[in-house]
T-cell receptor, first 115, second 117 residues
């Protein structure tokens, strides 16, 4: 079936503007993750949704970052008042419910550039 | 805390050369260990995994053994091909009951591999 889909694939925005990134997980995957990858760095965990449980927001770097997910479908990551240090590739991943060590399925990411 | 350290790249090899990408970890409890690969223009995908000490994960000719005594999970392949050119990420999964998100993977910085014909 279809994999994890992210849009847009690239986004260039001016400092101070708000941006919204979208993730369509694999159908039936109850767990959804957002990661950030800065140039030359590893993947940095941002937020995790699991079904109807309260999301784990412990990785969000500031209150300018927020994310929503309705049920087990689409998620949006919003960055308000973007800063240049927000420039990175934002990756979304989903996972079926089950053993905690089942693999994550990643989208191709959104490359965000803040000028 | 939990962390993953992998060798820095880029690594450039000739076709049919032997590959080792080192990965060591720090973790509480007994994490599962993973190698993910990102081919050019594609998303990350699972390459192999090992869920307990002394397990060997293998896929596409790649192998990695979960070594608890050395806290390592080095990736190896006996004969690389041009098509193996990609970025490789070592990762660990925080085990349940040790806090944080279940299934939350902690990644290394990635190692870029280029294989020349």
């Amino acid at each position: 079936g279809a994999g994890v889909s992210q849009s847009p694939s690239n986004k260039v925005t001016e400092k101070g503007k708000d941006v919204e990134l979208r993730c369509d997980p694999i159908s039936g995957h109850t767990a959804l993750y957002w990661y950030r990858q800065r140039l030359g760095q590893g993947l940095e965990f941002l937020i995790y949704f699991q079904g109807n449980s309260a999301p784990d927001k412990s990785g969000l770097p500031s209150d300018r970052f927020s994310a929503e997910r309705t049920g087990e479908s689409v998620s949006t990551l919003t960055i308000q008042r973007t800063q240049q240090e927000d420039s990175a590739v934002y990756l979304c991943a989903s996972r079926r419910q089950g053993a905690y060590n089942s693999p994550l399925h990643f989208g191709n990411g959104t490359r965000l550039t803040v000028t | 805390g939990n962390s993953v350290t992998q060798m820095e790249g880029p690594v450039t090899l000739s076709e049919e050369a032997f590959l080792t990408i080192n990965c060591t970890y720090t973790a509480t409890g007994y994490p599962s260990l993973f190698w993910y690969v990102q081919y050019p223009g594609e998303g990350l995908q699972l390459l192999l995994k090992a869920t307990k000490a002394d397990d060997k994960g293998s896929n596409k000719g790649f192998e990695a053994t979960y070594r608890k005594e050395t806290t390592s999970f080095h990736l190896e392949k006996g004969s690389v091909q041009v098509s193996d050119s990609a970025v490789y990420f070592c990762a660990l999964n925080k085990p349940p009951n040790y806090g944080g998100s279940q299934g939350n993977l902690i990644f290394g910085k990635g190692t870029k591999l280029s294989v020349k014909p």
